[in-house]
């Protein structure tokens, strides 16, 4: 006995980051991301993402401003002509190595996570949808209660329409996961090396379904948003 059922989403962080930036292109796509549609800005997020996956695999007497530089550098695009110049390229290279230093040595980030770098999914009953996200800090509250966790991104792109996207993504993705918001939602940016916070609570937790409920009323009909692209509905035995 045959049974259909709908298409199922799933929206992924990364491709709803790019939407943002760049709707008209990528509502023509039926695709996913191809080579020569990344630019610089996720290019440098690639980098300095690797390197914090690098240096929270390293033993904590290993993890020096030496053991970051080496990451960013073994991480580092070569398509210097998908920059601005030369120069844009290699300020970008310090910055990035400058910034994650200071936050990964100067105490804003945890010694022990207890999340790096992991993509994780989750279906949100709310929605009818899956959200995949990449947390690349997830650590406990050393002030707080036992169960109390702090989630943290090292970001390129920190407008308020990326901010409000990670903020309102972040908050209904764990309470479906984890079924408790974090105590605190961080932005740290790789540009500018600033801090930006965002405290979740009950009233929070419903505005952000109502923004990603209206992301997913918005989303074009593309395949990359799709768990079972290509048809209308699946076939399950």
Same mark, same amino acid.
């Given at each position: 006995?045959?049974?259909?059922?709908?298409?199922?989403?799933?929206?992924?962080?990364?491709?709803?980051?790019?939407?943002?930036?760049?709707?008209?292109?990528?509502?023509?796509?039926?695709?996913?991301?191809?080579?020569?549609?990344?630019?610089?800005?996720?290019?440098?997020?690639?980098?300095?993402?690797?390197?914090?996956?690098?240096?929270?695999?390293?033993?904590?007497?290993?993890?020096?401003?030496?053991?970051?530089?080496?990451?960013?550098?073994?991480?580092?695009?070569?398509?210097?002509?998908?920059?601005?110049?030369?120069?844009?390229?290699?300020?970008?290279?310090?910055?990035?190595?400058?910034?994650?230093?200071?936050?990964?040595?100067?105490?804003?980030?945890?010694?022990?996570?207890?999340?790096?770098?992991?993509?994780?999914?989750?279906?949100?009953?709310?929605?009818?949808?899956?959200?995949?996200?990449?947390?690349?800090?997830?650590?406990?509250?050393?002030?707080?209660?036992?169960?109390?966790?702090?989630?943290?991104? #090292?970001?390129?792109?920190?407008?308020?329409?990326?901010?409000?996207?990670?903020?309102?993504?972040?908050?209904?993705?764990?309470?479906?996961?984890?079924?408790?918001?974090?105590?605190?939602?961080?932005?740290?940016?790789?540009?500018?090396?600033k801090r930006t916070v965002f405290v979740p609570d009950e009233a929070?937790?419903?505005?952000?379904?109502?923004?990603?409920? #209206?992301?997913?009323?918005? #989303?074009?009909?593309?395949?990359?948003?799709?768990?079972?692209?290509?048809?209308?509905?699946?076939?399950?035995?």
């Amino acid at each position: 006995m045959m049974e259909q059922l709908p298409t199922v989403l799933r929206i992924e962080d990364y491709k709803l980051e790019e939407l943002l930036r760049c709707p008209e292109r990528f509502a023509k796509r039926k695709s996913g991301m191809r080579e020569n549609d990344v630019n610089w800005r996720q290019m440098v997020q690639f980098a300095a993402s690797h390197s914090v996956n690098d240096f929270y695999r390293l033993p904590e007497e290993a993890r020096t401003q030496a053991a970051i530089e080496a990451a960013v550098e073994r991480w580092w695009t070569n398509r210097n002509y998908k920059f601005h110049s030369d120069e844009h390229f290699l300020q970008m290279k310090q910055m990035v190595k400058a910034h994650l230093t200071a936050f990964l040595l100067g105490g804003s980030c945890p010694s022990m996570p207890i999340i790096f770098y992991e993509q994780l999914t989750a279906y949100v009953d709310e929605l009818d949808l899956e959200l995949s996200q990449i947390f690349h800090l997830v650590s406990v509250d050393i002030e707080g209660a036992a169960d109390d966790y702090i989630v943290q991104k #090292l970001a390129i792109d920190t407008d308020q329409d990326s901010l409000d996207l990670l903020f309102h993504m972040t908050s209904v993705f764990c309470m479906s996961a984890f079924g408790k918001l974090p105590i605190r939602i961080e932005v740290l940016s790789l540009l500018n090396g600033k801090r930006t916070v965002f405290v979740p609570d009950e009233a929070s937790l419903e505005r952000s379904y109502d923004y990603m409920y #209206l992301i997913k009323s918005l #989303l074009p009909d593309v395949d990359v948003f799709k768990v079972n692209p290509g048809r209308s509905v699946q076939l399950v035995m």
